[in-house]
Nanobody
Framework: QVQLVESGGGLVQPGGSLRLSCAAS????????MGWYVQAPGVQRELVAR???????NYGDSVKGRFTISMNNAENTVDLQIDSLKSEDTAVYYC??????????WGQGTQVTVSS
């Protein structure tokens, strides 16, 4: 079992930045990849970015360079830096982990609201 806890969401003004963090606990040695997904109201959840245990990084098709994912293996955390926030970034951001066996775990989500 893997438990994921996200933090760092909140209210931010347009043009601002946020750093989301996801902490993994449990059987973390078996994690193959961790990533961030975004779900706006009425929209399907989609990939923002994921990072594999070997360091490979994938970004979602809709990501346009304002998002940066990083992993701290020693602390079992994966962060998502979001810069130049726009109102359309308002959504719930979820952390996801996939184990070597293909088991998928989700965090509870953290709300990001971009508004002046």
């Amino acid at each position: 079992q893997v438990q994921l806890v996200e933090s760092g969401g909140g209210l931010v003004q347009p043009g601002g930045s946020l750093r989301l963090s996801c902490a993994a606990s449990g059987i973390v040695f078996n994690i193959n990849s961790m990533g961030w997904y975004v779900q706006a109201p009425g929209v399907q959840r989609e990939l923002v970015a994921r990072i594999y245990s070997d360091g490979e990084i994938n970004y979602g098709d809709s990501v346009k360079g304002r998002f940066t994912i990083s992993m701290n293996n020693a602390e079992n955390t994966v962060d998502l830096q979001i810069d130049s926030l726009k109102s359309e970034d308002t959504a719930v951001y979820y952390c996801r982990a996939v184990t070597n066996a293909g088991n998928v775990y989700w965090g509870q989500g953290t709300q990001v609201t971009v508004s002046s």
